[in-house]
């Protein structure tokens, strides 16, 4: 772990973010005021955020882990920081976070903690991919010492190098990359990430601290 991460987050960021039953109100209260989070409030953001409040009721209500995840989570004896950086405009947050937030609410070991990426570009910025402050970001931390683990994100399991190259498709417009990318997600299920978490969860448990 470098010295930057270890500067950039410390007890003070975690006991400051949100729990995901915050999150959620803080979205639902700025979709209230026409608003959502980071600077630009323009409507086709604010659009995006309503899109993404349906999602997320959707998946708060519908999403069941996997029984094997489950089992995983249940045997899980070290304690650890989830540290989500995420923004409420955001369709990959929008699919995605809701399923973490279910996974880490099945044990006690497991605390989830959310911040808005843009207010916290200085460890968005130990966490890019390929060069973008890309989100969701997870970062895994040990509870007592907040030494990383191990990171996700942005996206489950093959999917980001398959959006990626969609994005990088001239005949695929910026419209239809984010109807590819959504129809993916429903058609998916959750699967894929749970996947990613039932072998991280393996990694990370046994990783040389």
Known sequence: MSTTTKQVINQSIIDNAMTYGQYRQMIDELVNK???TGD???EEMIEYTKMNVQRMDRLDKQIELADSLVE??????ES???LILTEAWCGDAAQNVPIIAKIADQTENIELRLI???QHLNIIDEYLTDGGRSIPKLVCLD???????GTWGPRPGDFQK???EWKNDSDISKEEWAEKLHKWYAKNKGQELMADFEELLNQWSTNDR
């Open 40 to 42: 630009d409030h323009s």
């Open 34 to 36: 026409n608003e959502t």
């Open 116 to 118: 808005l990426r843009d």
């Open 162 to 164: 398959k959006a990626m």
């Open 72 to 77: 995983k989570l249940n045997q899980l004896d």
């Open 80 to 82: 650890w920081v989830w």
């Open 143 to 149: 509870a007592e010492t907040l030494q990383e683990i």
